[in-house]
């Protein structure tokens, strides 16, 4: 008996886990898993931004330091808080909301937080460990080529087609819409394009286009409402 106290006491001196018992680890927020993130979640005018999952191997002397909680949907376990006096800390090596693949060439990327904290209390320091952590990456962001009437326009992602083509000097209006447009308010309706290719790179229709436009094709968009994501040709419409 005293030797099973004494191991256990042990045990926890050197554990990688906090001194939390297993049923405290359950009753803690899990991690929460990213979502697909195919479009990216910020932008700004240079980078898209993406959240991605990387692989990463680490080797760890022990204590490690490192409080872990089951990861939910994502299974297995993932690192909930980074003690300081760990090796995880003070190496850096460990973030927080990392997920365990493999502690010492074992598989526990589905394996219950008892069966993990088991494996690192068995194995020798230091430790390697294979996790999958969450990222952000920043890509460059790709300027859309506008083809307006057979001329190419490179245009900042996200802005206005009409601002893009009155800047760059093209003529968006005939006749006296020259002198009298709107301005881009969207009330006097000179300003429709024929969308050629691309219409899925431009932002939806918006009140003002479908009430305008009820009686117009359906490839034709207003280049005062419209926002361009990605390449797409136009033309001019045929003036009546
Ligand atoms: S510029 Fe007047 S509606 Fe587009």
Known sequence: MLFTVFSLASALAWSPVSPLTPGACRAAPRCQPLRAAEEPFRSDELFDY????????????????????EAGAAGGVCVEELLEEGS???????????????????????SSLDDVMAILVDASSPVEIDLERNVIVKVVRKA???????????MQKGSI?????????????????????????????????D????AENL??????????????????????????????????PPKK
């Open 50 to 69: 993406f959240r991605r999952k990387k692989e990463v191997s680490v080797s760890l002397e022990k204590p490690l330091g490192a409080v872990l909680k």
């Open 88 to 110: 995880a800390s003070t190496t850096g090596a460990l973030k927080k909301n990392d997920r365990l693949l493999r502690v010492a060439d074992a598989d526990v990327s589905s």
């Open 144 to 154: 859309p080529v506008l083809t307006y009437d057979g001329q190419t326009l490179e």
């Open 203 to 236: 932002s939806p229709r918006t009140a003002v286009e479908e009430k305008k436009g009820a009686k117009r094709p359906p490839t034709y968009r207003m280049a005062c409402q419209v926002l361009v994501n990605g390449d797409v040709t136009v033309e001019t």
């Open 195 to 198: 969308v050629k290719e691309g």
């Open 161 to 193: 087609m009409r601002t893009a083509v009155v800047k760059n000097g093209l003529e968006l209006y005939s006749g006296m819409a020259k002198l009298t447009n709107c301005g881009g308010t969207g009330s006097c309706s000179t300003c429709w394009v």
